[in-house]
């Protein structure tokens, strides 16, 4: 079993900052790509960045030189910078991950956590 637990969530003013953190934790053989997404109420899911085992890393366009998503390997670890934050960032952030337990690939998501931007 693998379990990924978030926090660093809240209430921030816009243009505040916030800096989310991801842990996978449990019966892990490897982490591959990990990633951030968020919903915002009455809308689906959507995809906020992701980052590969080697750094490589993909952002929405919405968040483009505001957010910056990095990773610890020896913590199996991804974290979400979260600068210049509007309303519309407003949401509930999920992590994920592809990882390898065992003999078994999956991807394994997070609770999310709550993150709140006051205009």
């Known amino acids: 079993q693998v379990q990924l637990v978030e926090s660093g969530g809240g209430l921030v003013q816009a243009g505040g900052s916030l800096r989310l953190s991801c842990a996978a934790s449990g019966s892990i053989f490897r982490v591959n790509a990990m990633g951030w997404y968020r919903q915002a109420p009455g809308k689906p899911r959507e995809l906020v960045a992701t980052?590969?085992?080697?750094?490589?890393?993909n952002y929405a366009d919405s968040v483009k030189g505001r957010f910056t998503i990095s990773r610890d390997n020896t913590k199996n670890t991804v974290y979400l910078q979260m600068n210049s934050l509007e309303p519309e960032d407003t949401a509930v952030y999920y992590c994920n991950a592809d990882v390898w337990s065992g003999s078994r690939r999956y991807l394994q998501w997070g609770q999310g956590t709550q993150v709140t931007v006051s205009s």
């Open positions: 980052i590969t085992s080697g750094g490589s890393t």
